[in-house]
């Protein structure tokens, strides 16, 4: 059984949609799990009207503590032999729990992950998201799976070539966990308003426990781009403090499972540089307001980013980044911010 869990909060509007894809779904042995965070909305009354049609819906009722922390109660009150988190303003494909449960089982994996599409509603149009290996891939020896925790951990090498493809699999969403992986390891969702990419740091802590993993490159999810209330549009000038608690927290992973392994520390390096990107399009917003001058030059002010960006190979890196990174390691803060202005309107 797949036990899927989502949180709501001011989800009513997404409601039809994402039972309509669940209730569609091909493979029917599914609990799913839907976390009132709170929501001051009709997310409760409309989930309860849902559930009257469909014994398999189960529903927690909380006072509002955080999407990560519903996460969490999820997990706790799961019991199905996998877990799937999804997003209530996202969607599956009618295919996706029976392929992903078919992989798992057939190649006896601790994790699936396969593609996403992405929507954008109010444009009315989709688009695909980036393929992250050129064909299906079993990850089963220990080669493999250093690569693939590494790879969670941050770019190396001729990876830079695509500066923002450092999250492109850390999502929670798209994919199938082994609920047992998680529950035996107490892996547990961080607070967003501490961590920001808390999907990051769930993956990051899990992986050293993920014995094999299957990439299914299909397009079984998919992930609305222009919901405009969702935590990741509001960050603002609070990321930095975020990316840091983040970074740290990653260093605690690599020091109790990879310590020892240079690979992985300069990944995490790498990760901190290339946060800028980031942190430039989010303060950017406000480019020569006083708290983004500020927050800007925090950060590469900061000894630790510094170094970070001092290390940060520039080899592979595209000529518009290097003029973006350049910029960075000189500290001209008003550039960066101009610069980050730029990728904001073009992205």
């Given amino acids: 059984m797949v ?55 189960r529903i927690i009722n909380k006072t509002n503590n955080g999407q990560s922390a519903a996460l969490n109660d999820g997990i706790a009150l799961a019991t199905g032999e996998y877990l799937l988190f999804l997003d209530a303003d996202d969607t599956l494909a009618d295919t996706a729990c029976e392929r992903a449960v078919t992989v798992i089982e057939k190649y006896e994996a601790d994790m699936v992950f396969w593609l996403h599409t992405r929507e954008f509603r109010q444009e009315g149009r989709t688009e695909p998201g980036p393929a992250y290996f050129p064909a299906a891939r079993h990850f089963k020896s220990e080669e493999d799976m250093r690569y693939l925790r590494r790879r969670m951990i941050g770019l190396l090498g001729e990876e830079l070539r695509n500066p923002i493809a450092t999250d492109y699999f850390n999502a929670g969403w798209g994919k199938l966990y082994r609920t047992a992986v998680i529950k035996e390891n107490n892996i547990q969702w961080t607070d967003t308003k501490k961590v920001g990419s808390s999907d990051v740091l769930f993956n990051a802590e899990l992986m050293p426990f993920v014995k094999s993993a299957y990439y299914l490159p299909e397009y079984l999810i998919h992930y609305t781009k222009d919901n405009y209330s969702s935590l990741t549009k509001t960050y603002g000038w609070s990321l930095f403090e975020k990316k840091k608690y983040l970074h740290q927290a990653l260093q605690k992973v690599v020091d109790e499972h990879y310590s020892g392994t240079p690979e992985f520390e300069v990944a995490l390096s790498n990760r901190r540089a290339l946060s800028l990107i980031n942190i430039a399009l989010s303060v950017s917003r406000f480019p020569f307001h006083r708290k983004s001058i500020t927050s800007m030059r925090a950060f590469l002010s900061n000894p630790i980013y510094h170094q970070a960006l001092k290390k940060l190979s520039l080899k592979y890196v595209p000529g518009h980044y290097k003029v973006f990174f350049l910029n960075c390691r000189f500290s001209n803060v008003c550039i960066v911010l101009l610069l980050g202005r730029i990728m904001r309107i073009l992205r």
Avoid: H, M, V
Wanted: hydrophobic content about 30%; charged content about 20%.
């Fill in 3 to 57: 036990s899927i869990i989502t949180p709501l909060y001011n989800s009513a509007s997404f409601l039809e949609r994402l039972t309509e894809c669940l209730f569609s779904q091909t493979y029917t042995e599914l609990e799913i799990i839907l976390i009132n965070d709170g929501s001051p909305d009709y997310s409760l009354k409309r989930a309860q009207n849902y559930q009257r049609n469909d014994p398999r819906i």
